[in-house]
C-alpha cells in the first residue's frame, strides 16, 4: 500500500511530504511532486513536525520495565517524606530506585539506617539513580546472608551503612523474587510501551547483567517475543557477558551478529568502572571529597582478555567507562588489538564522562566511538565541583568529540535517567539542568547545535548496528521509522510532546 504523507513539517529539509510503501520512504520531497504519483492513502500532518524516530544508543530495557514496577524514589526533598511516603507501601520486597543524595536537603546518601525506620520487617533495597549503588535495610541482608555467600570485593560492599556497589549489587538483590521468562517478558513489553510513546524507535540495550540468571534466559525471552511479532521496537542488545567461559559460549552457539528481526545481537558490553555520583567511577586522582579513586571493576589483564576474544569474534565492544583512569586502560586495550582489523570493527566507550582532550584524540585516532549522556548533567552538575575540583572543566566534552569526527551519540542510560528524549535535546543544546534551575550552564562552549544533536540521537547510533545506509533519516530507501511532534522548536523542546510513532510505516503508538 502507497501512503503519503503531505504537510510536515520536517526540520533543516526543503521536504514537507513523503510516501512510504512496504515499510520504506520511497519518495521524500515537496508536497506537489509528492501528489503527482499514485496514491493509495493520504495523510495530512497539519504542519506538525516529522523527525526520525529516536535511536537511543544506550540504556536497558529490561531495566526500564523493572524499574516501572519499583516505587519512585526521586520525589521526596528530604529523607524523612521518603521515609513516611514509603511507610505507607504494601510491596513486600519493597524495591525503589531514583534517589540522589542531592534531592535531599540532608545532602547525604540513605543508609540502611534509614531504610529500617521504614521497615525491619520487610526486606528494603532502594537504587540510587545511577543504578551503581544500592542501600538494603537489615531483613534484606538477613536474607541474602542466608541465601548465598557474601560477595566478593570488600570496597563493593558495607554491612554497617547497608551500601552495595557494582558486583556486590547482585548479591543483595536476590532477595526480589524469582526471574522468570514471563516476568522479563512482561517487563520488556512494559518498557516498549514507554519507549514508543516517548517516540523512541531503535534502542541499544544492555539486558543480561539487570538480572542475576544466564545471559540465555534473557535473550530467548526477547527472543520469543520477536518471533510471535509482539517486539516492534528495534533492540540491538549490548551483550553483558563479563565471564570468559560464558563469552566463548556466546560465541561457540553463534550468536555473534546474529539478527532474528528486530532483535539482534551487538556489541560485547562490560562495566569497567562505577558512576561519578557514586565515587565509583575509577580516576586516576582521588576524588576531591573523598579518599577513593573508585572502582575497577576487571584488572587490566582480564578487560583486554574478554575484548580481545570479542574481536577475534568479529564482535565489537561497548565498554561502560565513566572515570579517566579507566579510559586510559580501555584505550590501552583498543590500541593492543590486530591493526589490521582495528579499522573495521566499531568499538566505542559508553558515557566517556570525564575523557580529557588528550584521550579524545586518542579515541579519534583508534576509531573508538562514544555513547554519551548529556541528559546526566540534570542531575550532576552540582556534583561536579564537590567530587572534581578543578578537574571538572575537561569533563562532558561531548560536542567536542561530535565535531571532532568521532561516532557520537546521543542517549540516556534508561532508567538512569528519564526516557524523554526532548529533555536530553534541552541540555544537549543548552548545557543547563532542569531539575537544578537556578545553576549557571556547564561549559556552555560544548552545547550542540540542535541539528547536530539530532543527527546524533538518530542517524549516527545506527552506524553501530550497521545500519547507517537504511536507519535513522528521512530520506528515500530509508526504513520509514518516524515519529510526528507538536511544539517542536529549540525554544520550547521540554514542551515537545509526540502524537504518534510508526516503525517501518506501521503506526505502533498514538496519544
Same mark, same amino acid.
Given at each position: 500500500m502507497k501512503k503519503a504523507y503531505i504537510n510536515a513539517h520536517i526540520p533543516f529539509s526543503n521536504a514537507n511530504a513523503f510516501i512510504v510503501e512496504k515499510g520504506r520512504f520511497t519518495h521524500v520531497g515537496s508536497k506537489q511532486s509528492i501528489l503527482k504519483q499514485t496514491i493509495d492513502e493520504i495523510i495530512d500532518l497539519n504542519n506538525y513536525t516529522v523527525l526520525?524516530?529516536?535511536?537511543?544508543?544506550?540504556?536497558?530495557? *529490561?531495566?526500564?520495565?523493572?524499574?516501572?514496577?519499583?516505587?519512585?524514589?526521586?520525589?521526596?526533598?528530604?529523607?524523612?517524606?521518603?521515609? =513516611?511516603?514509603? %511507610?505507607?507501601?504494601?510491596?513486600?520486597?519493597?524495591?525503589?530506585?531514583?534517589?540522589?543524595?542531592? %534531592?535531599?536537603?540532608?545532602?547525604?546518601? *540513605?543508609?540502611?539506617?534509614?531504610? #529500617?525506620?521504614?521497615?525491619?520487617?520487610?526486606?528494603?533495597?532502594?537504587?540510587?539513580?545511577c543504578g551503581h549503588m544500592v542501600v538494603a535495610n537489615d531483613k534484606a541482608i538477613e536474607l541474602a546472608k542466608a541465601s548465598r555467600t557474601l560477595p566478593k570485593g570488600e570496597n563493593n560492599y558495607d554491612f554497617e551503612t547497608g551500601i552495595f556497589k557494582e558486583e556486590a549489587i547482585a548479591w543483595i538483590m536476590q532477595v526480589s523474587g524469582k526471574i522468570t521468562k514471563a516476568r522479563i517478558q512482561e517487563e520488556v513489553l512494559l518498557a516498549q510501551e514507554a519507549l514508543l510513546a516517548n517516540g523512541v524507535t531503535a534502542v541499544g540495550s544492555d539486558d543480561f547483567a539487570m538480572y542475576d540468571v544466564d545471559f540465555e534466559m534473557i535473550l530467548e525471552a526477547i527472543q520469543e517475543l520477536d518471533i510471535d511479532g509482539k517486539l516492534k521496537l528495534r533492540i540491538l542488545e549490548q551483550a553483558n557477558i563479563p565471564k570468559l567461559e560464558n563469552l566463548k559460549r556466546f560465541i561457540d552457539k553463534k550468536y555473534v551478529n546474529r539478527?532474528?528481526?528486530?532483535?539482534?545481537?551487538? /556489541?560485547?558490553?562490560?562495566?569497567?568502572?562505577?558512576?561519578?555520583?557514586?565515587?565509583?567511577?575509577?580516576?586516576?586522582? /582521588?576524588? +576531591?571529597?573523598?579518599?577513593?579513586?573508585?572502582?575497577?571493576?576487571?584488572?587490566?589483564?582480564?578487560?583486554?582478555?574478554?575484548?580481545?576474544?570479542?574481536? %577475534?569474534?568479529?564482535?565489537?565492544?561497548?565498554?561502560?567507562?565513566?572515570?579517566?583512569?579507566?579510559?586510559?586502560?580501555?584505550?590501552?586495550?583498543?590500541?593492543?588489538?590486530?591493526? +589490521?582489523?582495528?579499522?573495521?570493527?566499531?568499538?566505542?566507550?559508553?558515557?566517556?564522562?570525564?575523557?580529557?582532550? +588528550?584521550?579524545?584524540?586518542?579515541?579519534?585516532?583508534?576509531?573508538?566511538?562514544? %555513547?554519551?549522556?548529556?541528559?546526566? *548533567?540534570?542531575?550532576?552538575?552540582?556534583?561536579?565541583?564537590?567530587?572534581?575540583?578543578?578537574?571538572?572543566?575537561?569533563?562532558?566534552?561531548?560536542?567536542?568529540?561530535?565535531?571532532?569526527?568521532?561516532?557520537?551519540?546521543?542517549?540516556?542510560?534508561? /532508567?538512569?535517567?528519564?526516557?524523554?528524549?526532548?529533555? #536530553?535535546?534541552?541540555?544537549?543544546?543548552?548545557?543547563?539542568?532542569? =531539575?537544578?534551575?537556578?545553576?549557571?550552564?556547564?561549559?556552555?562552549?560544548?552545547?550542540?547545535d540542535l541539528k547536530d544533536a539530532l543527527d546524533a540521537y538518530t542517524h549516527v547510533p545506527a552506524y553501530f548496528s550497521y545500519q547507517e545506509h537504511e536507519l535513522g533519516k528521512i530520506q528515500k530507501g530509508f526504513l520509514a521509522d518516524f515519529i510526528v511532534v507538536k511544539n517542536f522548536k529549540k525554544d520550547r523542546l521540554l514542551e515537545a510532546k509526540v502524537l504518534t510513532t510508526y516503525i517501518e510505516g506501521e503506526q505502533v503508538y498514538q496519544s
Amino acid at each position: 500500500m502507497k501512503k503519503a504523507y503531505i504537510n510536515a513539517h520536517i526540520p533543516f529539509s526543503n521536504a514537507n511530504a513523503f510516501i512510504v510503501e512496504k515499510g520504506r520512504f520511497t519518495h521524500v520531497g515537496s508536497k506537489q511532486s509528492i501528489l503527482k504519483q499514485t496514491i493509495d492513502e493520504i495523510i495530512d500532518l497539519n504542519n506538525y513536525t516529522v523527525l526520525p524516530g529516536f535511536h537511543d544508543s544506550h540504556l536497558h530495557v *529490561l531495566g526500564i520495565g523493572k524499574s516501572m514496577n519499583m516505587e519512585d524514589l526521586s520525589l521526596d526533598d528530604t529523607i524523612d517524606k521518603l521515609i =513516611k511516603r514509603m %511507610q505507607s507501601s504494601d510491596k513486600n520486597p519493597l524495591i525503589g530506585r531514583g534517589f540522589h543524595e542531592g %534531592q535531599f536537603q540532608e545532602n547525604r546518601s *540513605l543508609t540502611k539506617i534509614d531504610l #529500617n525506620k521504614i521497615s525491619t520487617k520487610k526486606p528494603i533495597v532502594f537504587y540510587r539513580v545511577c543504578g551503581h549503588m544500592v542501600v538494603a535495610n537489615d531483613k534484606a541482608i538477613e536474607l541474602a546472608k542466608a541465601s548465598r555467600t557474601l560477595p566478593k570485593g570488600e570496597n563493593n560492599y558495607d554491612f554497617e551503612t547497608g551500601i552495595f556497589k557494582e558486583e556486590a549489587i547482585a548479591w543483595i538483590m536476590q532477595v526480589s523474587g524469582k526471574i522468570t521468562k514471563a516476568r522479563i517478558q512482561e517487563e520488556v513489553l512494559l518498557a516498549q510501551e514507554a519507549l514508543l510513546a516517548n517516540g523512541v524507535t531503535a534502542v541499544g540495550s544492555d539486558d543480561f547483567a539487570m538480572y542475576d540468571v544466564d545471559f540465555e534466559m534473557i535473550l530467548e525471552a526477547i527472543q520469543e517475543l520477536d518471533i510471535d511479532g509482539k517486539l516492534k521496537l528495534r533492540i540491538l542488545e549490548q551483550a553483558n557477558i563479563p565471564k570468559l567461559e560464558n563469552l566463548k559460549r556466546f560465541i561457540d552457539k553463534k550468536y555473534v551478529n546474529r539478527t532474528f528481526n528486530r532483535y539482534r545481537m551487538g /556489541p560485547l558490553k562490560l562495566l569497567a568502572d562505577g558512576s561519578l555520583g557514586a565515587r565509583s567511577a575509577f580516576m586516576r586522582e /582521588p576524588y +576531591a571529597d573523598a579518599n577513593t579513586k573508585g572502582i575497577r571493576v576487571f584488572p587490566k589483564e582480564t578487560l583486554a582478555a574478554l575484548i580481545t576474544t570479542a574481536d %577475534q569474534a568479529g564482535m565489537d565492544s561497548a565498554v561502560h567507562g565513566i572515570g579517566d583512569a579507566i579510559i586510559d586502560d580501555l584505550l590501552d586495550v583498543y590500541e593492543s588489538l590486530d591493526p +589490521a582489523t582495528r579499522s573495521d570493527k566499531r568499538h566505542s566507550i559508553i558515557h566517556a564522562q570525564l575523557a580529557d582532550k +588528550a584521550q579524545i584524540a586518542r579515541m579519534l585516532a583508534l576509531n573508538v566511538g562514544a %555513547q554519551t549522556q548529556p541528559i546526566f *548533567l540534570n542531575s550532576d552538575i552540582p556534583v561536579l565541583e564537590p567530587a572534581l575540583g578543578d578537574r571538572r572543566f575537561e569533563t562532558y566534552l561531548f560536542n567536542t568529540m561530535y565535531q571532532s569526527g568521532i561516532k557520537t551519540t546521543i542517549s540516556t542510560d534508561a /532508567p538512569v535517567e528519564a526516557i524523554n528524549p526532548f529533555d #536530553n535535546l534541552y541540555v544537549a543544546t543548552t548545557r543547563k539542568s532542569i =531539575k537544578h534551575k537556578n545553576l549557571e550552564p556547564f561549559l556552555p562552549e560544548e552545547a550542540f547545535d540542535l541539528k547536530d544533536a539530532l543527527d546524533a540521537y538518530t542517524h549516527v547510533p545506527a552506524y553501530f548496528s550497521y545500519q547507517e545506509h537504511e536507519l535513522g533519516k528521512i530520506q528515500k530507501g530509508f526504513l520509514a521509522d518516524f515519529i510526528v511532534v507538536k511544539n517542536f522548536k529549540k525554544d520550547r523542546l521540554l514542551e515537545a510532546k509526540v502524537l504518534t510513532t510508526y516503525i517501518e510505516g506501521e503506526q505502533v503508538y498514538q496519544s
